[in-house]
Structures are given as C-alpha cells and as structure tokens.
C-alpha cells in the first residue's frame, strides 16, 4: 500500500502535525490519487477548520513542495525557488533576516554565499564559521 503524508497547519502555517494515510483515504476507486481526497479526510477526522496540505519524502528541497514536512517547519507559498517562478513549499526555519531562499534548491543561504573552506590547519583545530548577522559576514571562531 502506497502511503500520503499530510501535514497539518496552524494559523501561521507552522508544521504542528504530520500523519500517514493510506490509498483508501487519497485515492478514487480506479486508483487515481488526489490531494483534496486526502485533506477531506483529514478534515473529517481531525475537525472542519484545521488546514492541511499533503508532503512528499523524497529528495531533501527538490521534491514537491521542497523538504518532507516537518513539526515546526513553514508552508510557504508563491517561493521563487526550485527552478520555476513561484512554488509552494515546506521551509525549515529561517536561520536569519538577510538568508534568502535557493534558487534551484529549498534551502537558505546567506546573501553572500556560503562559509569559505577551512584549512586543513583549521579543522584539525576544531575551528568553524559562523554566521554574523550583524555585519553580513561569516566569522571563524574557535571552538
């Protein structure tokens, strides 16, 4: 049985809940799968007015809709990401103001690029880089 994950949202459109549904709740007799099936369901059983939408395991920020659903991540809407003009999809939380969303991916980055490479000296140190918010730049720092 081919399983549909679906993703309950609240008000702000945050992740509070995911479950799994099977082809019965999401599927017409013939075997056609549809999305609506599936909220309807959802909706029958978890109450009229909660907000669901379906997710989708698949590769991390390339599948539909970017990553699986998860508790505490956003349903964003209308993202210029994943290669086309405008998309629906689930975010991790924004890590900071400046970070923007990928492109090609469902991801963020910072408006410079990402953290340089640490030398060999570097890691062996145990040192990495850090985002620095204030001055939008990434800082070294010793750990």
């Keep these: 049985m081919e399983k549909h994950y679906f993703a309950q949202l609240d008000v702000n459109n945050q992740v509070i809940r995911v479950i799994v549904l099977g082809n019965r709740q999401c599927c017409y007799a013939d075997g056609e799968h549809d999305e609506k099936l599936g909220i309807e369901y959802c909706k029958n059983t978890y109450g009229q007015d909660t907000i669901w939408v379906e997710t989708y395991r698949g590769f991390p920020g390339h599948g539909p809709k ?78």
């Design 66 to 143: 970017g990553h699986h659903a998860g508790i505490g991540m956003t349903y964003m809407t209308g993202v210029q990401t994943l290669g086309v003009g405008s998309t629906d999809v689930f975010m991790r939380t924004k890590p900071y103001n400046s970070w923007v969303v990928g492109i090609n991916t469902a991801e963020w980055y910072s408006p410079i690029g990402s953290a340089p490479e640490l030398s060999e000296e570097e890691a062996s140190q145990r040192k990495y880089y850090d985002w620095d918010e204030d001055n939008q730049t990434w800082i070294l720092i010793d750990s």
